[in-house]
């Protein structure tokens, strides 16, 4: 019982991870902890709060994601997710990189709390 659940929570949260990348600044924002940080190839680097969609309204539009080789970590309301990240956008080079989220669940929803990404060379 609680091995089915815990696989639950890992598909749902691997199912917001990949929408956070192709579903717009509105979905992400809605999934994303109010007052959250996220650390990006410079520039922009670190951003919290209303930084971060301001920024991500200038750098959106994925159109495919592949994450390989996955890891994650559930430990009551806190899961930390880490993946390779290949992603592609009409008029850009294939983007990869390491990424890494933390999710917090906030009243029976999971809310990324941070989110890191370091470009592979």
Known sequence: MQRDLLRQENATLWNLEERFWTSGVDSARSMTAE?????LPYPPSILQGDLIWKQARQNTGWRTVEMKDRSAAIHGAVAVF???VVAEKQGSPIYEALCASTYLL???SWLRLSH???PAA
């Open 82 to 84: 880490a993946y390779f």
């Open 116 to 118: 890191q990404q370091t």
């Open 35 to 39: 007052n959250a940080v996220m650390i």
């Open 106 to 108: 906030d009243e029976g």
